[in-house]
């Protein structure tokens, strides 16, 4: 059954300021090809989102446009009531409720970080809309290829979730909706069983991402590691790519040692625990630099450029 559609009946618009450098069209970029479902391309330089609520799951629409350096604006498709959730929730999607003013000594530690700032100039972590649809995408994509999983994921919007406008995003499913799924062909009796798990953690509030982000990395990774269905790399995604640590090493994430090893000209086989003391420089930003690693291998294959 076809989700219904959310009409943007209270159009409250909130502004986030931007501390640092910024750019809209790389979060599009990197949400086109590797992220959450959004939409640049309907409408030039809008990225539109939707997405369930953290906290209330109330699904939402944001029309994001970024009207000067330093100020993004967020038109909100959502009851008025939860306007500021929204907007509070598209900053940290974005990485702007980090400061970045400090990113840019990181460079002066490490000459391939200043290499790939100089490429890749305002490009910050894009986030899942929140821990919640960070684990149910790793569940996802255990033992599946990304794209076969994103299919999955767009199917299970399309059916479960809501749309904003006639031609706009679908929200991704709420998670009283996902724990309640009797029967989901499209992911299998075994995995579904996975993603309701997720969601009843989600209802109950064990994945609120400002919890998972006052505790310790290992204390989150622990809590998180309870669920059923998530292990230790996907409980380091989770953290990455759904609460928005900014400052965590993926001592799980084999891709990124290896081109972690190809540029600083190591052996292939090198491992973690030879490759961490490399991130120490990068502190406090330590996945923002994972994620510039990770923008710029998606652009160079993208682009079939060569990198400097």
Excluded: K
Excluded at 112 to 130: D, I, M, T
Excluded at 192 to 220: K, N, T
């Amino acid at each position: 059954m076809t989700a219904p559609i959310l009409r943007p009946i209270d159009l409250p618009t909130g502004e986030i300021a931007v501390h640092g450098a910024f750019d809209l069209s790389a979060a599009a970029q990197w949400l086109a090809a590797a992220g959450p479902v959004g939409s640049f391309a309907a409408e030039p330089g809008v990225l539109r989102l939707a997405f369930p609520v953290e906290g209330t799951w109330t699904h939402a629409g944001a029309a994001i446009r970024q009207r000067s350096p330093g100020t993004v604006e967020v038109g909100v498709a959502a009851p008025v009531e939860i306007a500021a959730r929204v907007v509070s929730q598209v900053s940290r999607m974005l990485s702007l409720d980090v400061d970045e003013s400090g990113f840019a000594e990181v460079a002066s530690r490490d000459s391939v970080v200043r290499r790939l700032q100089a490429r890749h100039s305002g490009a910050r972590p894009v986030l899942y809309s929140s821990p919640y649809e960070a684990a149910c995408w790793t569940v996802l994509t255990q033992g599946m290829r990304a794209r076969q999983a994103m299919r999955f994921r767009e199917q299970l919007a399309v059916r479960h979730g809501r749309q904003v406008g006639d031609d706009g995003p679908f929200s991704f499913p709420a998670p009283q909706i996902l724990a309640e799924l009797g029967d989901e062909p499209l992911v299998g009796p075994f995995r579904l069983a996975r993603l309701r798990a997720v969601a009843r953690a989600a209802a109950d509030g064990r994945l609120d991402a400002e919890e998972l982000l006052a505790l310790s990395i290992p204390d989150a990774m622990t809590r998180l590691c309870a669920i059923p269905g998530i292990g230790a790399f996907s409980a380091e995604q989770i953290l990455l790519h759904g609460a928005g640590h900014p400052d965590l090493f993926p001592r799980l994430d084999t891709q990124l040692h290896q081109m972690l090893c190809a540029e600083y000209a190591l052996p292939p086989d090198t491992p973690p625990d030879e490759l961490e003391p490399l991130a120490e420089d990068w502190r406090p930003y330590r996945s923002w630099v994972a994620h510039l690693f990770r923008f710029d291998r998606l652009r160079t294959s993208e682009s079939g450029e060569v990198a400097d």
